[in-house]
Nanobody
Framework: QVQLVESGGGLVQAGGSLRLSCAAS????????MGWFRQAPGKEREFVAR????????YYADFVKGRFTISRDNAKNTVDLQMNSLKPEDTAVYYC???????????WGQGTQVTVSS
């Protein structure tokens, strides 16, 4: 059974940094996309960053470009999100996502809370 477990969330002051980590288990994810989404109170879940499975190409939402960096370790089945220069508007629950749309596969973690104080 596929399981995604996030860690690393917490409370940080504006301008600070956090590193989120997601550990995936249940199968090998070398050929899946791995990424992060977030959901703030009263808002819909939105895309943050994603990394492909072959070339390692990365994709970022405009609002995190230059501040967040996604990385993955296929040997460990992990995907991390380094978040720098955090802003209060980054406050949200952050979700790990692993998918392969052409295979009909889409998995979510339980989420980790990130709170940025001003």
């Amino acid at each position: 059974q596929v399981q995604l477990v996030e860690s690393g969330g917490g409370l940080v002051q504006a301008g600070g940094s956090l590193r989120l980590s997601c550990a995936a288990s249940g199968r090998t994810f070398n050929f899946y996309r791995m990424g992060w989404f977030r959901q703030a109170p009263g808002k819909e879940r939105e895309f943050v960053a994603r990394m492909g499975w072959s070339s390692g190409r990365t994709y970022y939402a405009d609002f995190v470009k230059g501040r967040f960096t996604i990385s993955r370790d296929n040997a460990k089945n992990t995907v991390d999100l380094q978040m720098n220069s955090l802003k209060p508007e980054d406050t949200a629950v952050y979700y790990c996502n692993v998918d392969r749309p052409d295979w009909g596969a889409n998995y979510w973690g339980q989420g980790t809370q990130v709170t940025v104080s001003s």
